[in-house]
């Protein structure tokens, strides 16, 4: 949170300063609920809340006219998903005057399932939302991974099917222009320029995170089916080309060679955050999941010695205690997650409207000037349980945890 100045005078609440884009504030603060959801440390919940509410533009669908030179289907897909942690997690609603939590994550599907572009490549978002934005005629995978994410996570929260049907056709369209193959590997996107039929086979950790979490809310809502169990442990194996070896987290786009981007110094956050997350929705998952981020925890935390005030982390978590140099909004991101990922178990389950969910709905929201998707359907749910790490190992990871937030 030093590098945030957002909720001091002069400042902007939920924007970060150059060269952090937009986006990367949305994502911060789904890694402060986040921080609130594992600890129940309120330290930073009014200006989690503030951001949220600052950036949700007039229309109430994080939109907003100041960034409409980066605003991408991912980046408001981003700040979508943390509303919709917020909602998932019973983080303090907003007063009653402003929009609610899972308003605005219906907000963004409305918005976003509008802009479902069937013109080429037989469907799909494209990753910008303007046409003079570059990039607008990539269709990536963190785009629709993202929109994919927040509808198989709205069909749990509400039961609404309809969400679950976007869900089901966002896969299969992947799958279809091979964004998903085979061995369940998740690639970067393709051109719509030439009808997707080529592939950049670069692979994120983030695109492989958000369809992993995605796949696991569908396993839970259609009640375990084989389709979805499938494709669950099929993506979660997939995530093994991050974990080279010792079962460390490495970007290996760009972590070894030296090339990881501002963006891209973040990517493992997401990973780490939906591994854990998925545990909750498909529990046959947990003991895979641990034995990554148990060791990528304790690497992460090695790197988080750096810099004047002797907590700055690297993000070569692989290389030992040998700090790497580097620092950042990403960094810390990708070290507090890990981290804190680890104490998924003694964290409860995320909730929905039918078991406690206190976040107000509006499945309208978003649609002013934009088509209207119904979302009346069948209701399916589920629940799942949790265990608990012992006292000891909790408060090492709490510990940890407000050393590299602070």
Known sequence: MVYYKGNLTGGTPGLLPPPYYWWETGAMFGSMIDYWYYTGDSTYNDETSQALLWQVGPNKDFMTPNQTKTTGNDDQGFWGLAAMSAAEVNFPDPPKDQPQWIALAQAVFNTQAARWDMTTCGGGLRWQVFTFNTGYNYKNSISNGVFFNLAARLAMYTGNDTYAQWAYKTYDWMESIKLIDENFYVYDGSDDTINCTVVNRLQWTYNAGAMLLGAANLYNYTNGSALWEGRVAGLLKGTDVF??????????????????????????????????????????????????????????????????????????????????????????????????????????????????????????????????????GATKAGRVGAGFLTTFVLALFVGMIWYMIV
Request: charge should be negative; charged fraction near 15%.
């Open 243 to 376: 974990f080279p070896a010792n079962d460390i987290m490495v970007e290996v786009a760009c972590e070894n060679v030296n090339k990881c981007d501002v963006d891209q110094h973040s990517f493992k956050a997401y990973l780490a955050r939906w591994m854990a997350a998925t545990t909750k929705m498909a529990p046959f998952t947990l003991s895979d999941v641990l034995a990554k981020l148990g060791p990528s925890a304790t690497a992460a935390a090695q790197q988080c010695d750096g810099g004047d005030n002797g907590r700055t982390c690297g993000l070569k978590w692989a290389q030992g205690t040998n700090y790497d140099g580097t620092y950042g909004v990403g960094q810390q991101m990708a070290a507090l997650e890990v981290v804190q990922s680890n104490l998924i178990q003694s964290a409860r389950g995320p909730v929905t409207n039918s078991t406690g969910g206190t976040s107000i709905g509006d499945s309208a929201a978003g649609t002013q000037g934009t088509p209207i998707i119904s979302v009346t």
